[in-house]
């Protein structure tokens, strides 16, 4: 992730919703049961190969503060946090597997975890393969060094030969490919899109000034 002592800017772009991931069951949760353990109500609704195994598997990508992964190869984050209670209140033991953002929707599909977390956005075509629970609502803003010259942009090609980066397969990409397709039907060329597999290399080549601007969501940038 960027130092505290990196220079940079935020400009909001767009309104978005982070959703967590889950299929085949809903579960809901009370301000009653957070924190008290098993929830009966609740965990007899957990499907029973689920119950069964006595563990809810998940998985997520790097995205601080949302998902953490510590240097120590610990994983922390509200995300994270926030399934582990989830587990406790459905009594089973929780694991939760760090992976690259692109194979998150994959895995749930191929059945090789229950569940997902993270700063997801809802999308037309992955609501044909997942259901999702929301968690926290946030926004995208373009972040970019304080000495940068894009300056509020109001229209997409205003960022027309720059250097654009975001995590592969995010929502974020989609409006850098977007912004990419506005400069070209402008006739305005030099635009450049870089996808990265995890967010933090995504903030290290900013920070090493290896693009010029990144699409990321408001939460992190705060962060």
Same mark, same amino acid.
Do not use: W
């Given at each position: 992730?960027? %130092?505290?002592?990196?220079?940079?800017?935020?400009?909001?772009?767009? #309104? &978005?919703?982070? /959703? @967590?991931?889950?299929?085949? *069951?809903?579960?809901?949760?009370?301000?009653?049961?957070?924190?008290?353990?098993?929830? %009966?109500?609740?965990?007899?609704?957990?499907?029973?190969?689920?119950? #069964? &195994?006595?563990? /809810? @598997?998940?998985?997520?990508? *790097?995205?601080?503060?949302?998902?953490?992964?510590?240097?120590?190869?610990?994983?922390?984050?509200w995300d994270v946090e926030t399934i582990r209670e989830v587990g406790k209140i459905l009594g089973l033991k929780v694991t939760v597997q760090d992976i690259a953002f692109a194979n998150v929707i994959p895995s749930l599909q191929a059945g090789k975890y229950a569940t997902a977390m993270g700063e997801i956005y809802i999308t037309a075509e992955r609501l044909k393969y997942v259901d999702f629970v929301t968690t926290h609502k946030s926004g995208d803003v373009i972040m970019m060094p304080v000495a940068s010259p894009i300056v509020a942009p109001k229209v997409a090609?205003?960022?027309?030969?720059?250097?654009?980066?975001?995590?592969?397969?995010?929502?974020?990409?989609?409006?850098?490919?977007?912004?990419?397709?506005?400069?070209?039907?402008?006739?305005?060329?030099?635009?450049?899109?870089?996808?990265?597999?995890?967010?933090?290399?995504?903030?290290?080549?900013?920070?090493?000034?290896r693009v010029q601007a990144i699409v990321n969501s408001a939460s992190q940038a705060a962060y």
């Open positions: 992730m960027l %130092k505290k002592s990196t220079l940079t800017r935020v400009i909001a772009i767009t #309104s &978005a919703v982070a /959703l @967590t991931v889950g299929l085949s *069951a809903t579960f809901s949760t009370s301000s009653q049961a957070a924190g008290t353990g098993e929830v %009966k109500s609740i965990s007899a609704l957990v499907p029973a190969s689920v119950k #069964s &195994a006595g563990v /809810l @598997t998940s998985v997520g990508a *790097a995205y601080p503060p949302a998902f953490i992964h510590n240097a120590d190869n610990t994983l922390t984050g090609t205003e960022l027309c030969g720059y250097s654009l980066a975001a995590t592969t397969g995010s929502a974020e990409e989609k409006s850098i490919l977007d912004i990419v397709a506005a400069c070209k039907a402008a006739d305005e060329e030099g635009t450049q899109i870089r996808s990265f597999a995890t967010a933090p290399q995504m903030l290290l080549a900013l920070n090493q000034g």
